[in-house]
């Protein structure tokens, strides 16, 4: 009896390979009867970016730690409240640093002397309102943000504009397709593959600023600009 169990038990771990290989999807693989061409194509379309992406902070210094925290953590909730005031949504308003670092004074062939505390307090921030992003932060630089980078100009859902590109790409490659054709003296019979190698559109690094006081001259004002959304597609057909 134990010996037809031993048997039972090896032919199941046997049988587990092959079935393990039977879900495995099958290759697919195309018979190409006349000529193959490979052709890269490229579909561009461009749209005003609709989003402006920009970190808001406050920087205090204090001879003790916790003065220093307790400084940024006040001006921050200033800088929170106007922005709420200015109509940016809770999910638009994110924390991405917080930090804490000691000061020190060096002098010849002296050690190190702690002088004070340097707090920070950073936001990330998305303004849907690219238009008034400029004054909102002309306003949160009056409520202590003395610390402002961006912005970062995107686009909030691209991808209809991807599938614009997309359908600008096939036709780029067809068109490619039909022209060796001709010059072969050939024509289409098919497209055989059609693969994406991508979908991009760049977002220019933001510039760096320091804002210690609110300009009197001008109000801050940020040019949305045009943005580029590229598709690249790799295909390939049969021509006969």
């Known amino acids: 009896m134990r010996k037809?169990?031993?048997a039972a038990l090896m032919l199941g771990a046997a049988a587990l390979p092959a079935a393990a290989g039977a879900q495995q999807a099958p290759s697919i693989t195309q018979t190409i009867a006349g000529t193959r061409l490979d052709v890269s194509a490229s579909g561009e379309v461009t749209r005003v970016p609709d989003l402006a992406?920009?970190?808001?902070?406050?920087?205090?210094?204090?001879?003790?730690?916790a003065t220093a925290l307790q400084q940024a953590a006040a001006r921050m909730e200033r800088?929170?409240?106007?922005?709420r005031s200015a109509g940016v949504a809770d999910r638009d308003i994110q924390t991405?640093?917080?930090?804490?670092n000691p000061e020190y004074r060096y002098e010849?062939?002296?050690p190190p002397r702690l002088t004070?505390?340097?707090?920070?307090?950073?936001?990330?921030?998305?303004?849907r309102d690219i238009?008034?992003?400029?004054?909102?932060?002309d306003v949160l630089v009056d409520q202590g943000a003395n610390t402002i980078n961006g912005p970062t100009l995107t686009i909030d859902k691209p991808e209809a504009a991807l599938d614009e590109a997309r359908t600008r790409a096939v036709a780029v490659g067809r068109a490619r397709a039909e022209m060796y054709a001709r010059s072969l003296g050939m024509r289409v019979a098919r497209v055989v593959s059609v693969s994406e190698s991508g979908g991009s559109f760049p977002v220019p690094p933001p510039m760096p600023v320091m804002m210690e006081a609110r300009?009197?001259?001008?109000?801050?004002?940020?040019?949305?600009?045009?943005?580029?959304?590229q598709v690249t597609l790799a295909m390939t057909f049969e021509l006969q």
Do not use: C, M, W
Not at 116 to 127: I, K
Not at 215 to 229: N, R, S, Y
């Open 4 to 6: 037809a169990i031993l």
């Open 53 to 65: 992406i920009i970190s808001a902070g406050v920087i205090t210094r204090s001879s003790r730690a």
């Open 79 to 83: 800088v929170r409240a106007a922005l």
């Open 96 to 100: 991405s640093n917080i930090s804490l």
């Open 108 to 110: 010849n062939n002296q």
């Open 116 to 127: 004070g505390y340097t707090a920070s307090h950073q936001l990330t921030v998305r303004f």
């Open 131 to 137: 238009a008034n992003a400029g004054k909102i932060l």
């Open 215 to 229: 300009a009197q001259a001008a109000d801050t004002k940020i040019d949305p600009g045009e943005q580029k959304l």
